[in-house]
């Protein structure tokens, strides 16, 4: 399924990162993620990025089995060799909406945010669903993707024009 996201290292007062296509929600890519930092990394976050964000300039299809630079079927096309930047200084009207899901990784600590919709129409904005540190136990991946799509879900209910006019 196409929710896309990113994994992104910190970055002055935002992140960047690359892209990825599948399966972008917690129980996806966040869960994954999590898994690799465990278990190929014991728990460092900055590791994990230099193997999977650094490696893999042209961002994943399905993380973490199907990049863009490495995979035959991608690598062979030119237009995919350039990297795919996601970074927190774009412009809110039209990335968020289409990069629902945000990983930031630090060496200790994942900081997990969602896209909302704002006030204005047609724009949209990331918000903190929550930040799981490395050391921890295992995140509920499904609470936590409730909790960001209900966060979501509020965010747009509010700023929903009014029907009364
Ligand atoms: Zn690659």
């Not at 896209?115 to 509920?140: G, H, M, N, R």
Request: hydrophobic share 30%.
């Amino acid at each position: 399924m196409s929710t896309r996201s990113t994994i992104a290292r910190p970055r002055g007062d935002g992140w960047e990162g690359g892209y990825m296509h599948s399966d972008g929600y917690p129980t996806g890519v966040g869960q994954e993620i999590w898994k690799l930092v465990h278990e190929k990394f014991n728990g460092d976050g900055e590791a994990f990025l230099k193997e999977y964000l650094d490696k893999h300039p042209s961002g994943w299809s399905i993380f973490p089995d199907n990049c863009y630079c490495h995979h035959p079927d991608w690598a062979a096309r030119a237009d995919h060799k350039t990297r795919i930047t996601v970074s927190s200084t774009e412009d809110k009207t039209d990335t968020p909406l289409h990069i629902e899901w945000v990983y930031i990784v630090a060496p200790g600590v994942m900081t997990i945010l969602k896209s909302f919709p704002l006030p204005e129409p047609d724009k949209y904005a990331w918000c903190i669903v929550t930040q799981v540190e490395f050391s921890d136990v295992e995140p509920d991946w499904a609470a936590i993707e409730k909790r960001g799509e209900d966060m979501c879900h509020n965010a747009w209910e509010k700023n929903r024009p009014s029907d009364a006019a």
